[in-house]
């Protein structure tokens, strides 16, 4: 099994223009992106070899809650058990216990937030009454980590997020830092709470920095995650499977992790 812990997707009528923000957003991606849509995701991962998959969007305003999760989590029981759906929250919501609410009714398996694209600081007060809420219910949050062009979400706003939630299920994305990864492979390992994914950093990362991360934050701790729309997957495998580990390494971070991390059956 292998299962891609971190996707993308979007309604057909929205997706290609949600790629294209995203894509403008970095400046332009270093490979052409997939359309955005379940059904590509499906199949060009299913022909790399991926099993299962981790989707979820972003909510650039409290008002689009509502009806990205509705869209997860229709999207997630129409594919069965090959999507795992993750919910979207806004800090800045009015209804946060309520949106919390709905997001675990609808079956959805935990949240998803992304500081730098929604404007707010990883660490903030009100940032922090959500970890509370979800730290409650004992939902994994995957936080979009680090970008050197902004401080909404680097290694270090993170620490502190891991310090004051200590049972709270956090995942770093991109290894816990988008380019930053030196300061995020200096401050983050260690935290028993915290799991990173793959996602949208090999292509900046030599094998060496790469391996120097996974050991770094152990491999029970470090999902394999393709960031699609915006890497093909092929290559980001390859890439993984290219790297000195161990089977048992190499296993742990394809699906063990992911699967241990939101309570999946092999």
Not at 9 to 38: E, M, N, W
Not at 54 to 60: I, L
Not at 101 to 124: M, Y
Not at 167 to 193: D, M, Q, T
Request: aromatic share 10%; hydrophobic share 40%; net charge negative.
């Amino acid at each position: 099994m292998i299962i891609d812990s971190h996707c993308h997707i979007y309604p057909q009528a929205i997706a290609r223009k949600a790629v294209a923000s995203v894509d403008r957003f970095y400046d332009g991606l270093p490979a052409k992106p997939h359309d955005g849509t379940a059904d590509t995701l499906r199949v060009t991962g299913q022909t790399a070899g991926i099993t299962r998959f981790v989707v979820h969007s972003v909510a650039t305003t409290p008002a689009q809650v509502h009806s990205i999760n509705r869209f997860i989590a229709d999207t997630q029981r129409q594919a069965r058990d090959t999507f795992i759906g993750l919910g979207a929250m806004h800090p800045d919501s009015e209804t946060l216990e309520e949106d919390l609410r709905e997001l675990v009714s609808l079956g959805l398996n935990g949240v998803k937030i992304h500081p730098d694209f929604q404007r707010f600081e990883a660490d903030s007060e009100k940032a922090c009454r959500l970890y509370e809420l979800c730290e409650e219910r004992g939902l994994p949050v995957l936080i979009h980590t680090g970008d050197s062009r902004y401080d909404y979400s680097n290694p270090e706003r993170i620490v502190r997020v891991l310090r004051a939630f200590p049972r709270l299920k956090v995942i770093g994305a991109h290894f816990g830092g988008w380019s930053v990864w030196e300061r995020a492979g200096k401050l983050l390992p260690g935290h028993p709470n915290l799991t990173v994914d793959t996602s949208s950093s090999f292509h900046w990362l030599s094998p060496e920095q790469a391996l120097s991360l996974i050991r770094a934050f152990g491999a029970d701790h470090v999902m394999f995650g393709t960031d699609y729309p915006m890497w093909p997957q092929q290559p980001e495998l390859d890439f993984l499977n290219r790297l000195p580990l161990t089977e048992e390494e190499r296993e742990q971070i394809l699906w063990k992790t992911c699967a241990a991390l939101y309570r999946l059956r092999a």
